[in-house]
């Protein structure tokens, strides 16, 4: 079951967010709207106010407005209409146009009952409280305190204008923005469906490459690629380099086998068993083989991968002493004074914090390469250490065997890491042990080198980077 693409992912997270992010701009934009309707009303009432303030006169009985500048406070069921109010709630004055509102039958006594239960009599002079309320519809209410000069009343001046309008506004406005939302979504789900493929594009790049790449029209990943893609495209290169390596050396290996085995099968073959030679002869051809596949073989196994980008950290203190442990047991013919006991070999200078980072083989390899080679040259002690150092901000493994043989003889150290070399022309062998010791180093990007120890013999001292600063313990 494959996961869905990324495109759809990416579209669906939209789809998602989009409606949520819309809405909620809807729904503050309409609120925006709904408060500045309100405001305007206000507004709009406190100079109705003062116009009917300015129309207004006491003549000592009750009040008179001779001239209303507003035509609608005239007009029967305009939707706006005027009142003056007493401290008590009581209706003292009201516009022509209250004579009829709606379908109420007795108009006067509707608003005064409103009056009453909203509190629209209270107000202190010169204080105006505005309200939202009901009759035979929804009604803005907008009531002010006033006093008429030093000796007459104090009232209240009322003006209700009916919410059609406004309503009607704001529902026009929803309309508005119900459909501006609606395009503006689907304009901006077209807008992303196309960023999206924009932005997907060099992943498609990838895609063709990698076609072509299995196709056989290419052999890496060609560029440019955006700079987030491009440790991706170099690993994928840097694996493909890797993997037509390793085909080649399988490849030379397998070569190279069939050439150097075709010529003691041959002998092998075209020898008679009559011969009083042909056991020592035949012996001497299948070490020869041996020697020759184990060389081959441990050289086609390294890949020439650095051990900073895949070795993994191997504690190198037990795998050392187990090598060690095995390899004093085993019998050996000492090319210095012939046969005798087993060597004391001193791994005490082993740290036990040292770290290798890489295969836990190559390390048994390389390891026991040298240690066998010490000893078939020493006389009775071999000294192991390992330690780590630190250069540029990285840590490196430094490993030294030494025996108190005779050494390797002046002009020699650099000649004996060459493959099938000698410093002794007398032992049995292909001399391959050390040299797959430098093919093991190179591979890990290490350094080898010769010298003489302090117990008389030959020193090998091996270094190989390790892994960041602070990082093998």
Not at 12 to 40: C, M
Not at 193 to 205: A, Q, T
Not at 216 to 245: F, H
Not at 264 to 272: D, E, G, K, Q, V
Request: with cysteine; glycine share 8%.
């Amino acid at each position: 079951m494959t996961s869905p693409s990324i495109h759809l992912r990416l579209l669906a997270a939209s789809i998602t967010i989009l409606p949520l992010f819309l809405g909620v701009t809807a729904w503050a934009l309409d609120r925006a709207f709904k408060n500045y309707q309100l405001e305007t009303q206000q507004e709009s009432m406190r100079l109705q106010q003062l116009l009917l303030a300015k129309a207004a006169n006491w003549d000592g009985l009750q009040w008179q407005f001779d001239t209303l500048d507003e035509p609608r406070l005239s007009l029967l069921g305009s939707g706006l209409y005027a009142y003056v109010v007493s401290p008590e709630g009581e209706i003292l004055w009201h516009s022509p146009s209250a004579d009829l509102i709606g379908e109420l039958s007795e108009p006067s006594f509707a608003v005064a009952q409103m009056v009453l239960e909203l509190n629209l009599y209270t107000p202190d002079v010169g204080s105006s409280a505005f309200s939202e309320c009901e009759l035979d519809a929804p009604y803005f209410c907008s009531s002010t305190g006033v006093a008429w000069g030093s000796d007459g009343p104090e009232s209240n001046f009322l003006i209700m204008e009916t919410q059609e309008k406004v309503i009607a506004a704001r529902s026009a406005y929803r309309n508005y923005l119900l459909w501006l939302s609606l395009g503006a979504a689907v304009l901006l789900l077209l807008a992303q469906s196309l960023i999206v493929r924009w932005g997907l594009l060099p992943l498609r790049r990838i895609v063709v490459g990698i076609k072509r790449l299995e196709r056989g029209k290419a052999d890496r990943l060609e560029g440019p690629y955006p700079e987030e893609l491009v440790p991706l495209t170099d690993n994928i290169n840097v694996l493909l380099a890797s993997e037509k390596r390793r085909r080649d050396r399988v490849r030379n290996t397998m070569d190279r086998l069939t050439h150097v085995l075709k010529t003691p099968l041959m002998l092998i073959r075209n020898s008679s068993d009559d011969d009083r030679s042909f056991r020592a002869m035949v012996q001497e051809q299948v070490s020869r083989m041996l020697g020759i596949v184990e060389g081959e073989l441990a050289k086609a196994r390294l890949d020439g991968a650095t051990a900073d980008i895949l070795g993994k950290p191997v504690a190198v203190l037990p795998v050392l002493q187990r090598i060690a442990d095995a390899y004093v047991k085993l019998p050996r013919r000492n090319l210095v004074q012939g046969d005798q006991e087993a060597p004391v070999i001193d791994t005490q200078g082993i740290d036990a914090n040292v770290v290798f980072y890489g295969e836990e083989r190559d390390l048994q390899d390389l390891f026991g390469s040298i240690l066998e080679n010490s000893l078939r040259y020493c006389r009775s002690q071999i000294e192991v250490c390992a330690h780590s150092t630190e250069n540029e901000g990285r840590t490196a493994m430094e490993l030294t065997v030494g025996d108190d043989g005779d050494g390797i003889p002046p002009g020699f150290e650099q000649a004996i890491l060459q493959r099938g070399a000698r410093a002794d022309t007398v032992n049995i062998g292909q001399g391959l042990g050390l040299s797959i010791v430098v093919e093991i180093i190179s591979a890990y990007g290490g350094s080898l080198k010769v010298d003489r120890c302090q117990l008389g013999g030959a020193l090998f001292v091996v270094t190989l980077p390790g892994g960041p600063s602070g990082s093998s313990g």
